[in-house]
Structure formats: C-alpha cells, structure tokens
C-alpha cells in the first residue's frame, strides 16, 4: 500500500505501524516540541507519548500504535500540533 509521509508517497505493508514505516524511510524522528527540541518512538508500546505524529490532520497522534492505512496521510509533528478544526 502507499502512504503519504510530510507530502511523499512512501511505500508500507499491511501490519505495519506508523512507526515502522518512519523507520523504514529512514527517519527517526517524529516530531519537535515546543522549544525544538527533536523527539522520537522511546517505548515503542504507547506508553512514553514521545512518537506523536499528525496522522490524516490529527495532531498527537502515537506512531508506535497506530497501524497504516491506504491513502494514510502522515507528517511530523511540530510543537503541539495543530488545533483541531
């Protein structure tokens, strides 16, 4: 299946996380926080909330439980994220 990550068609596979595809495209990071300050998967079980990514225009979303879709839009998430519209 393909996903769209930041704007890119990236190849994934059925059973994948968000998270397992990031890795596989070679980023290990997933967002910045307030101050900038780079942040990744830590637990990889949901626990740490340190994965957050927007996922289909939904902030704090966690990459390590989220499984892909078809047509999933993926980016990086900045700061808090966006406000929910």
């Given at each position: 299946?393909?996903?769209?990550?930041?704007?890119?068609?990236?190849?994934?596979?059925?059973?994948e996380?968000?998270?397992?595809v990031?890795?596989a495209?070679?980023?290990?990071?997933?967002?910045?926080?307030?101050s900038?300050?780079?942040?990744?998967v830590?637990?990889?079980?949901?626990?740490?909330?340190?994965?957050?990514?927007?996922?289909?225009?939904?902030?704090?979303?966690?990459?390590c439980?989220?499984?892909?879709?078809?047509?999933?839009r993926v980016?990086?998430q900045?700061?808090?994220?966006?406000?929910?519209?």
């Amino acid at each position: 299946m393909t996903i769209e990550l930041d704007g890119q068609a990236v190849t994934a596979y059925l059973g994948e996380t968000v998270a397992t595809v990031l890795f596989a495209a070679g980023s290990a990071q997933t967002r910045t926080t307030v101050s900038g300050a780079p942040r990744g998967v830590y637990c990889g079980m949901g626990v740490c909330f340190e994965c957050l990514v927007v996922v289909d225009g939904v902030p704090n979303t966690r990459a390590c439980m989220t499984w892909v879709r078809d047509g999933m839009r993926v980016s990086h998430q900045a700061g808090l994220g966006a406000a929910p519209q």
